[in-house]
C-alpha cells in the first residue's frame, strides 16, 4: 500500500527538476570530488575528464587508450589481467545505470543542457538537424570510437606514431572545458612538438569551439558525435535499467519526439520495438514524462517498473490538471 | 350562392407567408427537437447533469440563442484547425461539421447525388447562413483534408464567404509531410493574428493550449468509466457532450463535463449500470455522427448495445491527443500544436491506416469490446474504402463488424434498426455460448 503510494507519486514527479539536482550532485563529484579526496575510479563509463586534476572519477577512454597502447606481446600476455579487470569494472559501472550516465551523470553533459538553458533564458529557438544529415551525421561517433580503440592498437603494434598516444583525449572538449573548473586553462595550447602534435591539439581547439556554438543552438550537440555514447550502445543490450515501449499503445502523436534532445525518431515511430533505447539515446527519460498514454513508455529495472508514462502524470507536468481536484 | 360566395373568402383571408429563412430554422427546429427528446426520454436512468447539454443544444438550435459575444468567431470546417492557436487570440472556434438532414437537402444542389452527407449538409447550412450558437462568422477556415471538404472550398466561396485555406498533408509518416505541416501552422497563426487583428504571445498561446488541455483531461476522466464491466454512462450522452465541444464555451464545457464526470462516478460507488447486464458493448467507428444526426448511436443503445467506445473525429478523435512542449515559447509552443493535429490522427484520408487499425485493436482490448459499427456516410469515399481492411483486420481479432452505409435521411430508419437489432441479438448470442462453453 505504502508502496503503491509512493510509486504514484514518483509517477507524477517533475523528471526535469529531479535530473537537475542529480546531475549538479554528480557534476561536482566527478569535477571537484578531488579536493574532498572523492575518487571512483578511472573506469567511469562518462566524459569525466582525467585532464582535471581534480577529478573525483575519470574517463574509461584515457585509462583504455593508454592500456591499448601496449606492444602487443606485452598486451596479449598475463600482464594484461588489468586491461580486462579494468574493463570488467567499466562494464560493471555501466551496466547497472545504462545510458542514464549521459542524461544523468556526464559532466559534459550537464553542461551542454546549462548552455540549453542559458539559450532558452535568451529565447533562442533551438535548430534541429534534417532527416538526411540526421542519418549520415550519426556515424560520427563511430569513427571516433575507432579512433579510441583501433590507433592505440596500432601504436602498440607499431604502425602507427606513438605521437598518437591518447589521441581522442587530445581531440576532445572535455580536456580543454574540465580542467577550466578548476581554474586550469593550460589545455588551451597548440602542441609545436611535432605536426601530429599540432592536428590533435588544433583539432581539439577547434572542436570545443564547436561545442560551445553547437550546444547553444542544438540541444545535445556534443552527444551526437560521443564515442563514449557508441561503446554504451554496444553493450546496453545487457543493462539492468531498461527503456521499454509497448508499440500498442503507442498512438504515434510524436509528444516524445517533440520532446527528445538527440532528435531520435524511433521513440515515436517505432511501434514494434520493445526495447526502444537507440544509440543516440541518452536516458533523460524526458520522453517517458511527455508521454500521454498509459504504460506506452516506462523504465524498468530488471523486471521492475520505476517509471511509467502515465495520464494524469503527463497532466500535471503539462499544467492540465484541474484545480479543484 | 354558395359557389359565389367562396372566392371572395379566398380574398379576404390573411396569407401569412413564411419566409425561407423562417422555414429553415422551423425545420432545424423540429429535427433537434425530435432528436433531443428521443435521447433524453427513450432511455431509463437520465443523468441529471446531462440536462445542461440537451438544454444547451435546444437553445442553440430551437431558440436559436447565441453563446458568445463580442468575441471575434472563427469558423472551422474540418477536426485539423488548432483550436489552442484561435483561442490564444481571445476568439471562438465554432467547429461548423453540419449533421441536419434539412441542410443535406439544401446543401445538394451543389454536390454530385451521390457524396458524403456531412459535406452536403454544411453547405446547405453555410448557404442558409445559420451558423449554430453565433451571430456571424468573422472568418472561416478550410483545410484540404478529404477531397470532398477541399472541392467544397470554392463551392463556400461562391456562396459568398472568404474562406481560408489551409494546407494539410496526406502523408503523415514523412519528416517532409511535418514540416510542411508546421509551416501551414506557423504561417496560419500568423496570418489569423493580422486578419483578426488580435494579438498572440507566449503567455495567451500558454492558458490556450492548457485550456484545451483542461478539457482533454475532463474527457478522458470520462472516458476512463467506460471501461468499467458495468458501464455507468451510455454513448449516447458522451456523443452530445463531444458535440456541444463544437460551439460551447471551452470553459463552461469543461466544468459541465466533470460535473457528469462526478455524477458518474458516484454511480459506479452505487454500483448503478445504464445498461443491461448483457448489453453487448459496441465501439463505434467511421463517418462522424453530429447532432441531430445521432440515429445510429440511439438505435444501437435502443436495441440494449452499449457504446463504451468510439473513433471517430466528433467524439474520440477530437481529445485523444494532447499537446506536449519542451520549451514554453511561442517556437516550440506553435511547433507542438501543429503535431498534435498531425501525427497522431487517425483520420482515413492519409495513404495508410495503419495507426487507425491500432488504434481500434487497442480500443477493442482496453475496453472490452464485444463488437464493432463502422458507420460510412454514402459516398464518403475514404471510410468506404477503408471498410474493406477493417473488416478484415476485424476479422483476424474475432470481433463481429457491422458496416451500415447511411445518410441523414430519416426514411432509412426501419430498415437499419432491424439489422442494428439483429446485430445485437447475435453479439448477445455469441456472449452466451462463450459464457457456457
Not at chain 2, 425561407?20 to 427537437?33: G, N, T, V
Not at chain 2, 432509412?412 to 455460448?433: C, D, H, P, W, Y
Amino acid at each position: 500500500m505504502m508502496i503503491n503510494k509512493i510509486f504514484q507519486k514518483i509517477q507524477k514527479a517533475d523528471i526535469r527538476k529531479f535530473r537537475f539536482w542529480i546531475q549538479l550532485f554528480l557534476f561536482v563529484i566527478f569535477v571537484y570530488g578531488g579536493y574532498v579526496a572523492i575518487d571512483v575510479g578511472r573506469e567511469i563509463p562518462v566524459f569525466s575528464c582525467g585532464y582535471d586534476r581534480e577529478a573525483g572519477g575519470v574517463c574509461y577512454f584515457m585509462s583504455l587508450q593508454h592500456q591499448l597502447a601496449r606492444p602487443w606481446e606485452r598486451l596479449f600476455s598475463g600482464a594484461s589481467l588489468g586491461v580486462l579487470s579494468a574493463f570488467g569494472v567499466f562494464i560493471l559501472w555501466f551496466i547497472v545505470f545504462n545510458k542514464a550516465w549521459c542524461g544523468y551523470a556526464c559532466p559534459l553533459g550537464t553542461m551542454q543542457d546549462w548552455i540549453t538553458a542559458l539559450r532558452k533564458r535568451l529565447r533562442i529557438p533551438y535548430s534541429t538537424y534534417s532527416e538526411e544529415s540526421f542519418k549520415s551525421l550519426k556515424k560520427i561517433k563511430y569513427i571516433f570510437l575507432l579512433i579510441v580503440i583501433l590507433f592505440p592498437l596500432l601504436i602498440g603494434a607499431g604502425l602507427l606514431d606513438p605521437e598518437w598516444r591518447g589521441g581522442f583525449c587530445k581531440m576532445c572538449p572535455g580536456r580543454l572545458i574540465t580542467p577550466m573548473f578548476v581554474g586550469d586553462f593550460s589545455q588551451w595550447s597548440i602542441d609545436f612538438s611535432s605536426k601530429t602534435a599540432i592536428f590533435l591539439t588544433t583539432f581539439g581547439i577547434a572542436f570545443t569551439v564547436v561545442f560551445f556554438v553547437g550546444s547553444f543552438i542544438k540541444k545535445r550537440f556534443f552527444c551526437f558525435f560521443c564515442p563514449m555514447s557508441a561503446m554504451h550502445y554496444i553493450f546496453s543490450p545487457f543493462a539492468l535499467l531498461k527503456l521499454k515501449k509497448d508499440g500498442e499503445k503507442c498512438t504515434k502523436c510524436g509528444d516524445c519526439y517533440r520532446v527528445c534532445d538527440m532528435q531520435i525518431w524511433d521513440i515515436a515511430d517505432d511501434v514494434k520495438s520493445r526495447d526502444i533505447l537507440r544509440d543516440d539515446c541518452i536516458f533523460c527519460l524526458k520522453c517517458v514524462a511527455a508521454c500521454p498514454e498509459e504504460d506506452a513508455l516506462q523504465v524498468d529495472i530488471v523486471k521492475w517498473a520505476i517509471f511509467k508514462s502515465t495520464k494524469g502524470g503527463f497532466a500535471k507536468r503539462m499544467g492540465f490538471e484541474d484545480e479543484t481536484e | 350562392m354558395k359557389q359565389n360566395e367562396q372566392p371572395e373568402k379566398a380574398a379576404r383571408r390573411v396569407r401569412k407567408v413564411e419566409n425561407q429563412k423562417a422555414r429553415h430554422q422551423r425545420h432545424e427546429a423540429m429535427e433537434a427537437l425530435k432528436m433531443l427528446d428521443a435521447l433524453r426520454h427513450d432511455f431509463s436512468k437520465p443523468l441529471s447533469s446531462m440536462d445542461y447539454f440537451y438544454e444547451l443544444f435546444e437553445k442553440v438550435y430551437c431558440r436559436r440563442e447565441k453563446l458568445h459575444s463580442a468575441k471575434p468567431m472563427v469558423g472551422t470546417l474540418c477536426i485539423q484547425i488548432p483550436y489552442e492557436i484561435i483561442y490564444a487570440m481571445d476568439a471562438v472556434p465554432v467547429r461548423l461539421c453540419n449533421g441536419f438532414h434539412t441542410n443535406e437537402q439544401s446543401g445538394g444542389e451543389f454536390m454530385p447525388a451521390k457524396s458524403c452527407s456531412l459535406v452536403k449538409a454544411t453547405l446547405g447550412m453555410l448557404k442558409q447562413e445559420d451558423i449554430p450558437g453565433v451571430d456571424k462568422l468573422d472568418y472561416l477556415v478550410h483545410p484540404t483534408t478529404c477531397d470532398q471538404k477541399t472541392k467544397s472550398i470554392s463551392m463556400v466561396e461562391e456562396i459568398g464567404y472568404d474562406v481560408y485555406h489551409m494546407e494539410f498533408p496526406r502523408v503523415k509518416e514523412s519528416e517532409e509531410s511535418r514540416e510542411y505541416w508546421r509551416r501551414t501552422i506557423r504561417k496560419f497563426t500568423k496570418d489569423l493574428s493580422k486578419d483578426l487583428g488580435r494579438k498572440i504571445n507566449r503567455r495567451s498561446l500558454k492558458s490556450a493550449i492548457q485550456k484545451v488541455g483542461k478539457a482533454q483531461v475532463a474527457y478522458h476522466r470520462l472516458n476512463e468509466l467506460r471501461k468499467l464491466k458495468s458501464v455507468p454512462i451510455l454513448g449516447k450522452d458522451i456523443f452530445l457532450i463531444t458535440n456541444a465541444f463544437f460551439f460551447d464555451d471551452i470553459e463552461r464545457w469543461t466544468e459541465m463535463t466533470l460535473a457528469v464526470c462526478s455524477e458518474v462516478e458516484a454511480r459506479v460507488k452505487e454500483e448503478v449500470s445504464a445498461a443491461g447486464k448483457r448489453s453487448p458493448r459496441i465501439l463505434y467507428t467511421g463517418s462522424p455522427p453530429i447532432f441531430p444526426n445521432l440515429k445510429l448511436p440511439y438505435m444501437i443503445e435502443q436495441a440494449d448495445g452499449v457504446i463504451v467506445a468510439d473513433e471517430s473525429c466528433s467524439a474520440n478523435r477530437l481529445f485523444n491527443d494532447m499537446v506536449s512542449v519542451d520549451e514554453w515559447f511561442m517556437y516550440d509552443m506553435v511547433d507542438a500544436v501543429a503535431d498534435r493535429y498531425l501525427k497522431g490522427c487517425t483520420c482515413p484520408i492519409f495513404t495508410k491506416n495503419d495507426d487507425r487499425k491500432r488504434r481500434l485493436k487497442e480500443l477493442i482490448e482496453s475496453y472490452n469490446v464485444d463488437g464493432v459499427v463502422y458507420q460510412s456516410f454514402a459516398g464518403c469515399q475514404v471510410y468506404e474504402m477503408e471498410q474493406r481492411s477493417i473488416q478484415q483486420q476485424m476479422e483476424a481479432l474475432g470481433i463481429p463488424m457491422l458496416y451500415v452505409e447511411t445518410d441523414y435521411s430519416p426514411g432509412q430508419g426501419g430498415q437499419l434498426s432491424t439489422r442494428i437489432e439483429a446485430f445485437m441479438e447475435s453479439l448477445k448470442v455469441k456472449n452466451r455460448r462463450k459464457q457456457e462453453g
